[in-house]
Structure formats: structure tokens, C-alpha cells
């Protein structure tokens, strides 16, 4: 009898473990997909929609890495094997530099999207925003000699540049601002076609070198709204299906818009002949076309010398690496950090420059 009452339960065991065998198996296709993005022709945009749930990829192949070596199986070397396929990738999402420490003399730059200071709390009397805390952020961490802005209008960045002693601003216009230290040996707007997006450049003088800036603010999905009203609905309904079709048509144009912008920059990029430095928010993840065209040649500050998670959106979806700061290889990083600060809904980012 009690051979029989563990038959049941040895053959509900055995079509367990052959559906998590099917389900990992499925994961680990889906993974190599998304190692497959940046390697797909730039027009092929849907394949791109599934880049930014690499992180979530990560972490399944990880916990069935750990349920099959809890089962003694052979089968935790499949997710194993296909976490360090992604190797490259991963360490744009986390970084392993704990022990890097900048100096004091060293070049420190900033990128920040200031979300319009939507998140900052206004002064008593509703006259102008309260920047105490912002200030006083920037006078912990050393203040950065340059500060690149997105989404920000030429008031506040100018209320700012004087808040904080900046003497030289530089914005053309579209809400993207070079907050700077030290003196600009010259400057320059890159137009964006039929786009409220843009970038800017500026050339500075450091340690007897000119270095230039690129700010850049890439084409916006504006589906962050969208996507978390979606993840809220409790009935899937045709209000589920317009609100699908409506992020699919807006995350398709604004991508087919950065393919052309970073063509753009690209161009501006190869021009110059100086070292230069690329900050900005590029709405795109490390998994991306986008990322995978701006960073050839270049190094990432992050994958040089990060710590910790590399999430720099505050907001849904969670763990979102959009900001970047890229440099030429005849620079050199001692140093990168996300602040985990919440003046807006992206974080600000850090790195210095030996």
C-alpha cells in the first residue's frame, strides 16, 4: 500500500521537473534573443521591445541555476553557461569596481535629466523651486566641474548655474544645458529633425588639454506612463488592447527617431579630433541599437569603474540603465557613480576623469 500512495507523487514530481526543464529551456532561447538585439539591422525595431527585460532574464537563469544545483541536476549548467554568454552584458547592468576611489584633482562630470524639476519641491510661496537639496547634494560629492542637463527650460538652468557658482552655461535651445566650472574654448548645437529632442556640444581646457562635451537627449519613448497604467489593469480588455497598440506605435517611432540621431552624432562624433566625452540620457538600454552604435570605439565610465546596480531610471519599468556617461580610450576613469538621489525621476550620474 505505501508503495502505491508514492506513485502518485513520484509522477507529479517527474512532470514537475519536466516543466521547469521546458521552461528553462524557453528562458534561455529568450535570453539569447536579447543577447542578439544590438546584432540585428537597426530597422528590425520589434525585436528591441525584449532588450529591456534582460535584467529579469538575468535573475530567472539565475534562480533556476540555483533550483537545479539544489536538485543535483546537470541542468544548472544550461543557465550557467548562458549567464556567462552574457557576460559582456552584465556588467553593463552591474558593476564590480568596489574598491575605485576618485581623486580630488581629478575631472569630475555629471549627467543628470532634471525631468523639467517636476520632483523638486517649490520655495514657500510657490516662487520658483526649492534647490536646497540639490545644493547641498552637489556640495557632498565635490561639485562637478561640468554638469550636463537634460530636460531642463534656459530659466531654471540659468537659476541654477547661479545657485551653484556656475560662471558659464551654455543652452541653445530644446531643454539640454552644459552647466561648466570652466571656461568654454567654444561650443556648438547638433539639430535633431522633427523632434523637441536635441544635443549640444562644448570644448573645455583640463590639464593643458581641450576636451569636448557631448549632452546628449535622445528621442523619448513616452510610454513610461502608458506602460504603468497597462501593468494596473485588472481585466484585459479592448481598452488593454488600444493602450498595447498605442505603446507599440509610439516606442516604434521614437526608436526609427534615435536610429537617425545617433547617425547624426555619429557623424559630429567623428569629426572631432580631440578626446571627448558622451553624457546623456540616451532613452535606450545597453542592449540596444542605440547603445551598441554610440559606444563603438569608446568605453563606458560604468563598465569601467561602477559599483553596484547600473539602474539609472527612478521609475516603471524598474531596473532601466538609459543614462551614460562614454569617454574616449586616451581617457582615463578613476571613478563612476549612480546617486541613488530623488530630485527626478531619473537618478544623476557621476565620473571622474584622472
Excluded at 535584467?55 to 537545479?68: D, E, K, R, V
Aim: glycine content about 6%; aromatic content about 12%; overall charge positive.
Amino acid at each position: 500500500m505505501p508503495a502505491r500512495k508514492s506513485e502518485p507523487s513520484e509522477g507529479l514530481r517527474n512532470r514537475l521537473k519536466n516543466l521547469f526543464r521546458w521552461a528553462n529551456v524557453l528562458l534561455i532561447v529568450l535570453t539569447l534573443l536579447i543577447y542578439a538585439v544590438p546584432f540585428t539591422p537597426a530597422s528590425f525595431w520589434p525585436l528591441s521591445l525584449i532588450a529591456p527585460f534582460y535584467p529579469l532574464a538575468l535573475l530567472l537563469n539565475i534562480l533556476f541555476a540555483l533550483w537545479w544545483i539544489l536538485w543535483r541536476k546537470k541542468y544548472a549548467w544550461l543557465s550557467l553557461l548562458c549567464i556567462l554568454l552574457g557576460w559582456n552584458y552584465l556588467q553593463s547592468y552591474f558593476g564590480f569596481h568596489f574598491l575605485a576611489r576618485p581623486s580630488t584633482t581629478d575631472l569630475q562630470v555629471m549627467t543628470f535629466n532634471f525631468h523639467d524639476l517636476k520632483d523638486l519641491p517649490f520655495r514657500k510661496g510657490h516662487v520658483g523651486h526649492d534647490l536646497t537639496g540639490l545644493l547641498n547634494f552637489l556640495d557632498e560629492i565635490g561639485k562637478p566641474q561640468v554638469l550636463c542637463l537634460q530636460e531642463i527650460h534656459q530659466g531654471p538652468a540659468a537659476e541654477l548655474a547661479e545657485a551653484i557658482g556656475y560662471q558659464h552655461l551654455h543652452y541653445p535651445e530644446k531643454g539640454t544645458a552644459i552647466l561648466s566650472a570652466l571656461p568654454f574654448q567654444a561650443s556648438g548645437y547638433i539639430a535633431f529633425p522633427h523632434s523637441g529632442n536635441s544635443a549640444l556640444w562644448a570644448d573645455i581646457k583640463w590639464k593643458g588639454q581641450t576636451l569636448r562635451i557631448f549632452n546628449l537627449h535622445l528621442q523619448s519613448n513616452r510610454i513610461s506612463t502608458q506602460t504603468e497604467e497597462l501593468s494596473n489593469q485588472r481585466e484585459f480588455d479592448e481598452k488593454v488592447f488600444r493602450q498595447i497598440r498605442s505603446i507599440l506605435r509610439n516606442y516604434k517611432r521614437a526608436a526609427q527617431q534615435r536610429i537617425q540621431q545617433v547617425e547624426i552624432i555619429r557623424e559630429k562624433m567623428e569629426k572631432t579630433a580631440q578626446p571627448y566625452i558622451v553624457c546623456g540620457d540616451f532613452n535606450d538600454t545597453p542592449l540596444s541599437h542605440t547603445y551598441h552604435q554610440l559606444s563603438e570605439g569608446l568605453l563606458d565610465a560604468f563598465r569601467q569603474k561602477g559599483a553596484g546596480p547600473g539602474t539609472t531610471y527612478a521609475r516603471f519599468p524598474p531596473a532601466l540603465r538609459i543614462d551614460y556617461i562614454l569617454h574616449t580610450p586616451d581617457l582615463q576613469v578613476s571613478a563612476c557613480k549612480i546617486h541613488r538621489q530623488k530630485f527626478s525621476d531619473h537618478y544623476p550620474v557621476s565620473a571622474h576623469f584622472k
